[in-house]
């Protein structure tokens, strides 16, 4: 009994000493870009998956996209520390201002409408970043706005493939209702 | 017992006029308007951002546990679907509380899609038309009503402005009113928002306090003067709703209602129902003293302290 403890206790020191390390490379990666950062700096390939569950996670290709972004505060607002787009935003970000995170999820709530997250906005609603959406809606706004205008992909399907789930809550696909009479639906 | 006097009777007469005629005046004062409760939640619908894909009316079908849908929810070829000779696009009905419609506004490149539902007036047509007090506005801002007490006279379906309760017309023996209910029993009141609002990729629906969704639809206007009309529609139609729309085209030609009233629909009758008890008071006496008048004119030094019954009518 004991040795397996020593052995979880290794392994746990292990993880944790990983753990140590990365946050170690992170940070010297962190102050690697100086100033803003420009494009290239991010990674190739992003999945989002974090909210999957009618549709598969999507693989973005962040890669392409920096090439076809003016650049990084296209999406990533002020938080890669270039500035923003916006001209409401640089009342306050006007030199850019890095944050330590700039993932979409990092700032923006996967349940924007939570109890929780209502009081806060609530209590804070004669603040700034009242109206801040939510991650999938930071996501799906960020992407159509430019797929529309561009004319990438817009369909549902065209960005993620959807599950088994998905099929059945659309009642699509599998799961589509027999075809109908001509007329509509209940009027 | 006193004497009905010709100088008692026209003063009577004189003031229960006077009370008549001066009702209006004092009700206004009195009901006034009620502005909804103050933590009473509402939706801001941002038509800006709707693409038209239907989730919600999907997650509506399956949070309300409604008939399976007669075309698939990701099928568009709904929005080609119009009734009554190509006048009517579709609209919410016993198994669909909420419908997306499709417009194709002059001059605009996009077409804009426009998700109805029921609004949640802050001050009901429906619930105030409504005789057996089926209907309940809750605190939380959600217009409920109870279908076991409903017996199916739907003065609600006209007298909603938006159009929206439906008759459950395929029931035969337990035809009953239906429609949104903000989902109020499996959500609302549990302080989670409505199956729609959750998943709508595109946040064109968010929930939150009214007062709070007023400030923030203003500020979205402040911000995009150019990509919105000036107006939140729902903030002061019939007296107020909890949802809200904003838009960019205006909002007559994407088939809402601009013509109606600011007013909440209660207050153009509110008036002559307060007349109804005065009436129904005042009246009896009035003319039971003209006719006591008249007789005691005819019959000289009768006693008219105990009239007859038949005498006494109106």
């Known amino acids: ?187 | 017992m006193m004497k009905i006097t010709r100088r008692r009777f026209l003063a009577a007469s004189l003031a229960g006029g006077a009370a008549v005629t001066l009702a209006p005046a004092r009700k206004a004062l009195a009901a006034g308007s009620f502005e909804g409760y103050p933590e009473g939640m509402g939706v801001l619908v941002d038509l800006t951002r709707c693409i038209g894909c239907r989730s919600c009316e999907a997650a509506c079908n399956k949070e309300q546990q409604l008939p399976a849908p007669a075309e698939p929810f990701d099928d568009p070829s709904v929005f080609d679907q119009t009734f009554h000779g190509g006048t009517q696009k579709r609209r919410t009905d016993e198994s669909h509380y909420t419908v997306v419609n499709r417009y194709q506004p002059e001059g605009e490149q996009a077409p804009v899609y426009r998700k109805i539902q029921c609004n949640h007036c802050n001050e009901p047509a429906c619930l105030t038309s409504c005789f057996v007090n089926a209907y309940t506005k809750t605190r939380e801002g959600a217009v409920i009503y109870n279908p076991d007490v409903c017996v199916g006279c739907r003065n609600c379906m006209v007298a909603c402005p938006f159009n929206i309760p439906a008759y459950a017309y395929s029931s035969v023996l337990n035809p009953r009113i239906r429609k949104c209910i903000f989902c109020y029993d499996t959500r609302l009141k549990n302080g989670k928002p409505p199956a729609c609002v959750e998943i709508c990729p595109q946040e064109a629906l968010t929930f939150g306090h009214r007062k709070n969704l007023l400030k923030i639809a203003r500020e979205r206007i402040k911000l995009h003067p150019d990509r919105y009309v000036d107006h939140i529609y729902g903030e002061t139609e019939v007296g107020g709703t909890a949802w809200m729309y904003l838009s960019a085209v205006p909002f007559d030609q994407i088939g809402f209602n601009t013509a109606l009233q600011k007013e909440p629909i209660i207050n153009n009758v509110k008036d002559f129902l307060a007349t109804v008890p005065m009436v129904l008071a005042i009246w009896p006496a009035l003319f039971s003293g003209f006719h006591l008048l008249a007789k005691r004119k005819g019959g000289h030094g009768e006693d008219h302290a105990q009239p007859q019954q038949e005498e006494n009518k109106p």
């Not at chain 1, 392409?64 to 916006?86: D, I, W, Y």
């Not at chain 1, 001209?87 to 995170?101: F, W």
Request: proline fraction near 5%; include cysteine; aromatic fraction near 4%.
């Open chain 1, 1 to 187: 009994m004991s040795g397996m403890r020593t052995t979880k206790e290794e392994i746990d020191m292990l993880a944790i000493r990983n753990r140590l390390l990365v946050a170690a490379v992170a940070l010297v990666l962190a102050w690697l870009p100086v100033g803003p950062a420009r494009a290239g700096a991010g990674p190739d390939l992003v999945i989002l998956d974090s909210m999957a569950s009618l549709y598969q996670g999507v693989s973005f290709d962040h890669a392409a996209h920096e090439a076809l972004a003016e650049g990084c505060a296209t999406c990533h607002h002020h938080t890669t520390g270039s500035a923003p787009l916006s001209a409401a935003c640089q009342g306050c970000h006007a030199a850019g201002q890095q944050a330590s995170t700039v993932a979409c999820q990092g700032c923006h709530q996967a349940e924007p409408f939570s109890a929780e997250a209502l009081r806060t906005k609530d209590l804070n609603i004669h603040l700034y970043h009242t109206d801040k959406v939510g991650l999938k809606a930071a996501y799906h706004l960020a992407c159509m706005g430019c797929h529309q205008q561009l004319g990438g992909p817009v369909g549902c399907q065209d960005c993620h493939a959807r599950t088994d789930a998905g099929d059945a809550f659309y009642h699509a696909g599998a799961y589509a209702p027999p075809p109908a009479p001509a007329g509509g639906s209940g009027e």
